[in-house]
T-cell receptor, first 115, second 114 residues
Framework: AQSVAQPEDQVNVAEGNPLTVKCTYS??????LFWYVQYPNRGLQFLLK????DNLVKGSYGFEAEFNKSQTSFHLKKPSALVSDSALYFC?????????????WGAGTKLIIKP | DTGVSQNPRHKITKRGQNVTFRCDPI?????LYWYRQTLGQGPEFLTY????????KSRLLSDRFSAERPKGSFSTLEIQRTEQGDSAMYLC????????????FGPGTRLTVT
């Protein structure tokens, strides 16, 4: 069965420091992986995706994510955090071999950037 | 920027009443999705359309829930005989046809059932 795990409910980082938000997944076939961000009382905004190709993908607002097939991980990273990055981050996966078109979502990680 | 729009943004209703939400997707997108999200949780899939065809429904979608996309453009989600457990944020998203395309979300409709 497909699943996504975001092992940290909350991540605290000082402004200017690098940040990592973790995501691991389980699918039968090849994964399509996505990161979204949600600000309070707002819908989800797409940040980046991995479909195929380079394991390091770059997205919006300076975020990037590294696909690691052996560790079944897709961690979100940013070299220097901003206070405005504080939000809820969701990882999602779809199994390319599955005829079901649903995305499977993680429970979310709250990122808090302190000045 | 013609993103996904949803109306109303907020709805307060009394238990037992019917409510209807509207979603207008990005115009070039063939796929439209409905999700429900409760506080601190990820989105839960409810249903999705490709053009006007409803191709999949979650088991979460009880008989009280119905969704339509009559002309393959906007969609409506109706909840009949609302219950307090229906209180949540209802999110709509749209995407191009194709499994690798990302979904773009609207701002959501927050439903409160009193």
């Amino acid at each position: 069965a497909q699943s996504v795990a975001q092992p940290e409910d909350q991540v605290n980082v000082a402004e200017g420091n690098p940040l990592t938000v973790k995501c691991t997944y389980s699918v039968s076939g090849n994964p399509y992986l996505f990161w979204y961000v949600q600000y309070p009382n707002r819908g989800l905004q797409f940040l980046l995706k991995y479909i195929t190709g380079d394991n390091l993908v770059k997205g919006s607002y300076g975020f990037e994510a590294e696909f690691n097939k052996s560790q079944t991980s897709f961690h979100l990273k940013k070299p220097s955090a901003l206070v405005s990055d504080s939000a809820l981050y969701f990882c999602a996966v779809r199994d390319s071999a599955d005829s079901n078109y649903q995305l499977i979502w993680g429970a979310g990680t709250k990122l808090i950037i302190k000045p | 920027d013609t993103g996904v729009s949803q109306n109303p943004r907020h709805k307060i209703t009394k238990r037992g009443q019917n409510v209807t939400f509207r979603c207008d997707p990005i115009s070039e997108h063939n796929r439209l999705y409905w999700y429900r999200q409760t506080l601190g949780q990820g989105p839960e899939f409810l249903t999705y359309f490709q053009n006007e065809a409803q191709l999949e429904k979650s088991r979460l979608l009880s008989d009280r829930f119905s969704a339509e996309r009559p002309k393959g453009s906007f969609s409506t989600l109706e909840i009949q005989r609302t219950e307090q457990g229906d209180s949540a944020m209802y999110l709509c998203a749209s995407s191009y046809t194709g499994d690798s395309y990302e979904q773009y979300f609207g701002p959501g409709t927050r439903l409160t059932v009193t």
